[in-house]
């Protein structure tokens, strides 16, 4: 529990005037929680008169008796609670060109929200060169982040006070880094809302004012993924058919296609007839059989091992490998290399192209990627001179005088052509052949 009072109890005395404003508004927030707050906070309040400095003196007398009775306040249990596994949780996030603040809520039996914790983060030097709603962005995957063993499995509400974030995490951006926050959040079921900055004060409190202790540590950028893996070399597992995957094909599965298939049957016919085999000729040295009868075939590209598909279980290997939730449709060079490495049967590279050209799904992506694409507009010369094409040649092999581009230009109207050598292709060189010219 100490833990999540380390950002409040580091508080330092406010130093200018709007701190302590942000300090008064924070504990305002839970003043319902205790009586006499105004009495409290008097000594406090009398320092944000505006006929005295900003910048306040050092704390003397009465203030810091009252800051610490303050900050006590928040401290106390009548306003803390212990966290509930079934409790609807709140997260209010603010961030400053400083550091990172949130403070954790949850609904108790009294129907009220009461704090489970105040925590702050320092942003370190790389993160101040953020713009402001990427560092408002960094604040809320941090603080989902820090607070998981809270949140985890559970629903919950993010509150921030900068508006361009309802969209901001929950659209696609440029932004790589971003986009992992993106995935980071993925995981959790939440609901990111708009707080007017006015009523965000906690959070904004935590942020903004002096804390010493802070948490420096970076931001854990690693993405917690489950990785299933699937290949085609599965085919060579001897499982049972009902063990075996929609669509997947098992040994036993092969071996009987194998029985009955007759490209399979002419191959071991030939290893019993010339055994041992001669390296000489490439189609038995290739071919060999395993202990429990799989044809199988060694590869020309490598030292893989690649299992002899019959006719019968083609379509199904295919549509496995290409059309499975996991597949996630590849493209046909893709999908013969990976196939290549594991299978084999004669047609394979025609198959696997015949079959992902015909592929629905692939082809109304096909189709939707035309749709996007705009009719080049031409533009015609009508008279001398009244439009110009431009282009660079090179780098040539270097002249005699240094030369080594070529800017070619040419009247679209009277088709006059000329050539320019240049000695760099720069802005400032091609603008200078253009005007001399």
Same mark, same amino acid.
């Given at each position: 529990m100490?833990?999540? /009072?380390?950002?409040?109890?580091?508080?330092?005395?406010p130093?200018?005037?709007?701190?302590?404003?942000?300090?008064?508004?924070?504990?305002?927030?839970?003043?319902?929680?205790?009586?006499?707050?105004?009495?409290?906070?008097?000594?406090?309040t009398?320092l944000?008169?505006?006929?005295?400095?900003?910048?306040?003196?050092?704390?003397?007398?009465?203030?810091p008796?009252?800051?610490?009775?303050?900050?006590g306040r928040l401290?106390d249990?009548?306003? %803390?609670?212990l966290?509930?596994?079934?409790?609807?949780?709140?997260?209010d996030?603010?961030?400053?060109?400083e550091?990172?603040g949130?403070?954790?809520?949850?609904?108790?039996?009294?129907?009220?929200?009461?704090?489970?914790g105040?925590?702050?983060?320092?942003?370190?030097?790389?993160?101040?060169?953020?713009?402001?709603?990427?560092?408002?962005? %960094?604040?809320?995957?941090w603080?989902?982040?820090?607070?998981?063993?809270?949140?985890?499995?559970?629903?919950?509400?993010?509150?921030?006070?900068?508006?361009?974030?309802?969209? @901001?995490?929950?659209?696609?951006?440029?932004?790589?880094?971003?986009?992992r926050w993106?995935?980071?959040?993925?995981?959790n079921?939440? =609901?990111?809302?708009h707080?007017?900055?006015?009523d965000h004060?906690?959070?904004?409190?935590?942020?903004?004012?002096?804390?010493?202790?802070l948490?420096?540590?970076?931001?854990d950028?690693?993405?917690?993924?489950?990785?299933?893996?699937?290949?085609?070399?599965?085919?060579?597992? *001897?499982?049972?058919? =009902?063990?075996?995957?929609?669509g997947?094909?098992?040994?036993?599965?092969i071996?009987?296609g194998?029985?009955?298939?007759a490209?399979?049957?002419?191959r071991?016919? *030939?290893?019993?007839?010339?055994?041992?085999?001669?390296?000489?000729?490439?189609?038995?040295?290739?071919?060999?059989? =395993?202990?429990?009868?799989?044809?199988?075939?060694?590869?020309?590209?490598?030292? =893989?091992?690649?299992?002899?598909?019959?006719e019968?279980?083609?379509?199904?290997?295919?549509?496995?490998?290409?059309?499975?939730?996991?597949?996630?449709?590849?493209?046909?060079?893709?999908?013969?290399?990976?196939?290549?490495r594991?299978?084999?049967?004669?047609?394979?590279?025609?198959?696997?192209y015949?079959?992902?050209?015909?592929c629905?799904?692939?082809?109304?992506?096909?189709?939707?990627?035309?749709n996007h694409?705009?009719?080049?507009?031409?533009?015609?010369?009508?008279?001398?001179?009244?439009?110009?094409?431009?282009?660079?040649?090179?780098? /040539?092999?270097?002249?005699?005088?240094?030369?080594k581009?070529?800017?070619?230009?040419?009247?679209?109207?009277?088709?006059?052509?000329?050539?320019?050598?240049?000695?760099?292709?720069?802005?400032?060189?091609?603008?200078?052949? @253009?005007?001399?010219?």
């Open positions: 100490e833990k999540n /009072l380390r950002a409040l109890r580091g508080l330092r005395y130093e200018t005037q709007t701190q302590m404003k942000i300090f008064l508004g924070m504990c305002g927030v839970y003043r319902r929680f205790g009586a006499d707050f105004a009495k409290k906070a008097k000594p406090l009398a944000t008169s505006t006929k005295l400095p900003k910048k306040l003196a050092p704390a003397s007398g009465r203030e008796d009252a800051f610490e009775i303050l900050r401290l249990a009548s306003i %803390l609670a966290p509930k596994r079934h409790g609807h949780n709140i997260v996030v603010d961030a400053s060109y550091q990172l949130c403070c954790l809520q949850q609904q108790q039996s009294d129907g009220k929200y009461h704090p489970i105040y925590f702050s983060r320092a942003l370190l030097p790389a993160e101040k060169n953020y713009f402001a709603t990427q560092i408002e962005a %960094l604040g809320v995957v603080a989902v982040t820090y607070l998981r063993s809270y949140l985890e499995g559970a629903e919950f509400v993010v509150r921030c006070d900068h508006r361009a974030l309802l969209s @901001f995490l929950t659209s696609m951006s440029p932004n790589a880094g971003i986009n993106r995935l980071r959040l993925s995981e079921n939440y =609901e990111v809302r707080k007017p900055g006015k004060k906690v959070a904004d409190a935590l942020s903004r004012l002096p804390t010493e202790g948490d420096i540590l970076p931001l950028e690693d993405i917690p993924v489950l990785a299933i893996e699937t290949r085609a070399s599965d085919a060579v597992k *001897e499982a049972l058919p =009902e063990e075996a995957p929609i997947a094909v098992s040994a036993r599965d071996i009987l194998q029985a009955e298939d490209f399979c049957q002419a071991l016919k *030939e290893l019993d007839a010339l055994s041992p085999p001669d390296t000489t000729w490439s189609r038995q040295a290739f071919f060999f059989r =395993e202990k429990n009868g799989l044809l199988c075939r060694r590869s020309m590209y490598g030292r =893989e091992t690649q299992v002899v598909i019959p019968a279980l083609k379509k199904r290997l295919l549509i496995h490998q290409h059309q499975s939730v996991l597949a996630g449709h590849p493209g046909s060079r893709r999908m013969y290399n990976t196939l290549r594991y299978v084999y049967w004669p047609t394979m590279a025609v198959d696997v015949k079959h992902v050209e015909q629905p799904a692939c082809a109304k992506n096909r189709l939707s990627e035309r694409t705009t009719v080049m507009q031409l533009f015609t010369a009508d008279d001398p001179f009244s439009g110009l094409a431009m282009d660079l040649m090179g780098p /040539l092999p270097t002249s005699k005088r240094g030369r581009h070529v800017l070619v230009m040419r009247d679209r109207f009277t088709k006059l052509t000329r050539p320019i050598p240049l000695r760099e292709a720069t802005a400032l060189t091609v603008a200078s052949a @253009f005007i001399d010219t």
